[in-house]
């Protein structure tokens, strides 16, 4: 009873975790570029309560394992490609594929992200909607009339006395693993060394993704499967609340017992 009540236990814990990443995913549903989070669980210590006997008797003996229970082993996140959302908007980008825009933080560091909802600054800088210079650095001539970005990241602007010319090149950056990059705020990015080699390269390259000017990634959230998701880590978490009240139950009856 007490192995049940343990087990139950840890099994509550690891189902409020995955109901907390669920409610997370669903929340962001609607933010630019989010990357859902995918809960992995793991077996607890087996112990082997029966032992094969010496001299063997009849019929077979099986090793019996009895388990601790489950843990989360990891809270993965899921980079699978968004659909696309056409806006209209010419500094709104989507990366079409594998890749990551790069960010310059105030610190000298530089942070990754999915999210191309570009804006400018006072100065005429691009950066991405939380204040960041877009890397490598891109300025717009004062008095431009349009911008045109095309699917290899050629940054091109006119003006009413001049013909479209090349003020930049925007690039992407990838890694072999980039599930370990480490997230912090406003669906940014840092790298870590588990992600592996970073790559640099233009929009169009071999293995990077192409740019749509005009469109944004939205979430990768499929709500039907996150509620399904959550139907179940519900029911599981009911589970183990009910071993919890029937072994305590149990326990009561063996302590009330009378000779």
């Known amino acids: 009873m007490l192995r049940a009540i343990a087990n139950s236990t840890v099994g509550c814990n690891a189902q409020q975790i995955k109901l907390d990443t669920i409610a997370g995913n669903m929340a962001n549903v609607n933010t630019v570029s989010y990357k859902k989070n995918k809960v992995i669980f793991t077996s607890l210590v087996y112990q082997q309560i029966v032992k094969e006997q010496n001299p063997v008797l009849p019929g077979k003996v099986e090793n019996i394992f009895d388990g601790s229970g489950v843990k989360v082993a990891v809270i993965d996140k899921v980079f699978t490609m968004g659909p696309l959302k056409e806006t209209g908007h010419p500094l709104d980008l989507a990366i079409n594929g594998s890749g990551f825009f790069g960010v310059a933080l105030p610190d000298g560091n530089t942070a990754y992200t999915r999210s191309g909802s570009l804006r400018l600054d006072k100065e005429g800088n691009l950066i991405i909607s939380s204040g960041y210079l877009v890397a490598p650095g891109i300025k717009l001539p004062e008095n431009y009339q349009q911008i045109m970005i095309n699917q290899g990241g050629k940054v ?11 003020i930049g090149q925007l690039e992407l950056y990838d890694f072999t693993a980039p599930a370990a990059l480490q997230r912090v705020e406003d669906n940014l990015y840092l790298y870590t060394p588990a992600a592996g080699e970073i790559k640099t390269g233009k929009p169009g390259e071999s293995g990077f993704g192409t740019l749509k000017q005009g469109f944004y990634e939205i979430a990768n959230v499929d709500l039907v499967e996150e509620m399904s998701l959550l139907i179940e880590a519900l029911r599981a978490y009911q589970l183990n609340t009910q071993a919890i ?15």
């Open 156 to 166: 091109e602007v006119n003006d009413a006395t001049s013909a479209p010319h090349e």
């Open 245 to 259: 009240r029937t072994s305590n139950e149990m326990w009561g009856l063996a302590n009330n017992l009378r000779k």
